[in-house]
């Protein structure tokens, strides 16, 4: 397959080549916490040098430690609920499926899958990956209230997104998530959350591929205020990456200083924050 060119597509949509950069840069470690081999595929299919976006130090193991957590808060739900549908919030190139799906556990079987991101990110994501039956495309930007027409509701559903949330302002994320409630019967959300601080640096880690420098996303003081945007979320729990198991493989430094942050709930949050809630 020739390299997809990807020049026509926005700031805000090349920020999906962050996120898939540090599954790649993991990848590539000796000892990989994630070990994406289908992202290192998809960026090879990519006519665009990656290198250019520059990861400051410790983004590729938060990219990849949030997948985990996310993956982990995935398989727990469907574990839960065999006829789940689990849908991706600004998919972007992300991979999720195929890393849960590898093992052909029969735990997946029943599930679906619907990823949904822009037309343009959701027609290049169809270029480069082949489509299996249970995963479906939705092409549609997350404020047309039609992004929810095609995805079942009479079923039990995770919606699940990683560095989405954080790049829209609080009237477009309660848009979003009354339209989510309004659409799914029962489900949960999890997401990575910012604080108000982290939101602020956006455009400091998003302007190498093009967001203004001085871009800010949003952020929130506490897991609760996204229960305030949207009351028929009741909130479940949150997590630190500080506190995750995948810590133990961090190199001395950076576990020392998760150890630290992991009894510090400001300072935890504003590194790798996981936030539940049902509805
Ligand atoms: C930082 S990337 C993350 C991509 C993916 N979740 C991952 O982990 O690789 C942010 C993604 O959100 C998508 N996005 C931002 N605003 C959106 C909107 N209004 N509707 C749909 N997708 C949106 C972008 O196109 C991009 O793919």
């Given at each position: ?11 805000l ?74 849908v991706?919030l600004g ?25 949904v991101d822009f ?19 939705v092409?549609v930007s997350l404020l047309d209230p039609s992004w929810t027409d095609?995805i079942?509701k009479?079923?039990?559903a995770?919606i699940?997104s990683?560095?989405v949330l954080g790049f829209l302002s609080e009237d477009e994320n309660r848009r979003i998530l009354r339209r989510i409630t309004d659409h799914f019967?029962?489900?949960?959300l999890?997401f990575?959350a ?23 996303g949003y952020g929130i003081?506490?897991?609760?205020d996204i229960v305030a945007l949207d009351p028929a979320l ?43 809630y049902?509805f």
């Amino acid at each position: 397959m020739a390299p997809l060119n990807i020049d026509h597509l926005s700031p805000l949509q090349k920020t999906l080549l962050i996120t898939l950069n540090g599954r790649v840069v993991d990848a590539a470690r000796r000892r990989p916490l994630l070990s994406d081999a289908k992202a290192v595929e998809l960026a090879d299919n990519l006519d665009y040098d990656l290198t250019t976006v520059k990861l400051t130090s410790g983004v590729p193991e938060a990219v990849a430690i949030r997948s985990r957590m996310l993956d982990r808060a995935v398989t727990t739900f469907v574990r839960e609920h065999r006829d789940a549908v689990v849908v991706e919030l600004g998919c972007g190139l992300e991979t999720r499926r195929w890393r849960l799906t590898a093992s052909q556990d029969a735990l997946w079987r029943e599930v679906d899958w619907y990823d949904v991101d822009f037309p343009e990110v959701v027609e290049l994501r169809e270029k480069l990956m082949s489509e299996t039956e249970r995963g479906h495309s939705v092409g549609v930007s997350l404020l047309d209230p039609s992004w929810t027409d095609t995805i079942p509701k009479d079923r039990p559903a995770v919606i699940v997104s990683d560095g989405v949330l954080g790049f829209l302002s609080e009237d477009e994320n309660r848009r979003i998530l009354r339209r989510i409630t309004d659409h799914f019967p029962r489900g949960q959300l999890v997401f990575n959350a910012y604080t108000r601080f982290t939101a602020r640096m956006n455009g400091r880690f998003t302007k190498v591929v093009g967001m203004p420098a001085d871009f800010q996303g949003y952020g929130i003081a506490d897991p609760t205020d996204i229960v305030a945007l949207d009351p028929a979320l009741t909130y479940i729990d949150e997590q630190f990456g500080d506190a995750a198991p995948e810590r133990d493989q961090l190199n001395l430094a950076y576990r020392l200083l998760a150890q630290v942050f992991a009894n510090w709930r400001g300072q935890a949050r504003r590194g790798v924050w996981i936030v539940r809630y049902r509805f």
